[in-house]
């Protein structure tokens, strides 16, 4: 059973607009969170990262909010731009095992011009 | 610009041959991972290497060998793969100190098994 969910498979938004990518998970001793970008022919790249200390964690145009009472975690992109357009993918470790990532489907974002 | 190198990117074998995938990174990362990846699913973990030592497994077919040589290094040996093995094979690497530590990735290796 996946630990992490991503319910949108796709999300279309148009250039300048906000990206707003969610994710959902069932493990509570969930204590890391990450959201990656991938190109195709690429691997994924780390964007942005946040600990179960912290509800919100800000880099640039990215911006990570975590709600642990409702086990969801999500991404703003502010403002979106086409070349924001790629899978992404969320992912969680646990504190006594931090080693190993739990991914999600991923949501192929689009941003139209 | 990848700071973490997969050779070759592509590679094609009959089930009865035996290759090697390779990995390398220059980060002074501690920790590195191979990963599977499935058309339009998530990265499955495959092996750990903490400190030069396989760390976690997960119930990896034995046609499937990992090997960490070196603090820098990563191989994937795969002898009488199945038709079913045919994924993007993803090569990762991370500081491997403590929590908080995000996986940093190669572009991976196409493997098709004929």
């Known amino acids: 059973d996946q630990q992490v969910k991503q319910n949108s498979p796709s999300l279309s938004v148009q250039e300048g607009r906000i990206s707003i990518l969610n994710c959902d998970y069932t493990?509570?001793?969930?204590?890391?969170f990450l959201w990656y970008k991938k190109y195709p022919a690429e691997g994924p790249t780390f964007l942005i990262s946040?600990?179960?200390?912290?509800d919100k964690n800000e880099d640039g145009r990215f911006t990570v909010f975590l709600n642990k009472s409702a086990k969801h975690l999500s991404l703003h992109i502010v403002p979106s731009q086409p070349g924001d357009s790629a899978v992404y993918f969320c992912a969680a470790s646990e504190r006594n095992n931090f080693n190993k990532f739990y991914f999600g489907s991923g949501t192929k974002l689009n941003v139209k011009p | 610009d990848t700071e973490v190198t997969q050779t070759p990117k592509h590679l094609v074998m009959g089930m009865t041959n035996k290759k090697s995938l390779k990995c390398e990174q220059h980060?002074?990362?501690?920790?590195m991972y191979w990963y599977k990846q499935k058309a339009k699913k998530p990265p499955e973990l495959m092996f750990v290497?903490?400190?030069?030592?396989?760390?976690i497994n997960e119930s990896v077919p034995s046609r499937f060998s990992p090997e960490c040589p070196n603090s820098s290094l990563l191989n994937l040996h795969l002898h009488a793969l199945q038709p079913e093995d045919s994924a993007l094979y993803l090569c990762?690497?991370?500081?491997?100190?403590?929590?908080?530590?995000?996986?940093?990735f190669g572009d991976g290796t196409r493997l098709s098994i004929l």
């Open positions: 946040i600990s179960s200390i912290k």
């Open positions: 980060m002074g990362h501690r920790a």
């Open positions: 990762a690497s991370s500081q491997g100190v403590g929590l908080g530590q995000p996986q940093h």
């Open positions: 493990n509570s001793m969930f204590d890391y």
């Open positions: 290497y903490s400190y030069e030592k396989l760390s």
